[in-house]
T-cell receptor, first 113, second 117 residues
């Protein structure tokens, strides 16, 4: 079983719609969760981090975490063509340990104008 | 700050040749990471350093790969001899130390696109 699993997509949504991305992780002791966005040919950039159960909103992005079910999701509201990218879920097991971040394979999102 | 700087951006080399990738982390960052990204395996952590000391190299695929960090502002990833299956994008990244339950942001360089023919 992979440490971090995501739906590979591609996920195609019309402009203005909500894009919903899901991620599950295997290590129940994981404490920190991140969403990175990677445009084609570019490097990953952090867009959201979440550490506690529940929702965290930042602009058009909402991250949701459910540690009991071991899943984290990302909602993109009012999707724009500029949101077309691959979204990587990343999980860190123990923040007190030295840093080790496990990435999912990514979900490719295409926003249709 | 200029961000994490990597060189070369693109390299095409013949199988068996030595490849050296270079990285300059963001000034003040204590942690430096080398990642490899391929379509098949996604983004994999190869090795990371804390204060120039290698902490975890369990992701280094084999002895052909080596990494060094002689000082706080420079690191290299070397492949010798290179093989076609090493073709990938190699990212260097850096960050401040992790904080309890807050995590921290890893800043990636633009990557070095390696093709071994």
């Amino acid at each position: 079983q992979k440490e971090v699993e995501q739906n590979s997509g591609p996920l195609s949504v019309p402009e203005g719609a909500i894009a919903s991305l899901n991620c599950t992780y295997s290590d129940r002791g994981s404490q920190s969760f991140f969403w990175y966005r990677q445009y084609s040919g570019k490097s990953p950039e952090l867009i959201m981090s979440i550490y506690s159960n529940g929702d965290k909103e930042d602009g058009r992005f909402t991250a949701q975490l459910n540690k009991a079910s071991q899943y984290v999701s990302l909602l993109i509201r009012d999707s724009q063509p500029s949101d077309s990218a691959t979204y990587l879920c990343a999980v860190k097991a123990n923040p007190r340990n030295d840093y080790k971040l496990s990435f999912g394979a990514g979900t490719t999102v295409t926003v249709r104008a | 700050d200029a961000g994490v700087i990597q060189s070369p951006r693109h390299e095409v080399t013949e199988m068996g040749q030595e490849v050296t990738l270079r990285c300059k982390p963001i000034s003040g960052h204590d942690y430096l990471f080398w990642y490899r990204q391929t379509m098949m395996r996604g983004l994999e952590l190869l090795i990371y350093f804390n204060n120039n000391v290698p902490i975890d190299d369990s992701g280094m695929p084999e002895d052909r790969f080596s990494a060094k960090m002689p000082n706080a502002s420079f690191s290299t990833l070397k492949i010798q001899p290179s093989e076609p299956r090493d073709s990938a994008v190699y990212f260097c990244a850096s960050s401040f130390p992790p904080q309890s339950y807050s995590g921290n942001t890893i800043y990636f360089g633009e990557g070095s696109w390696l093709t071994v023919v």
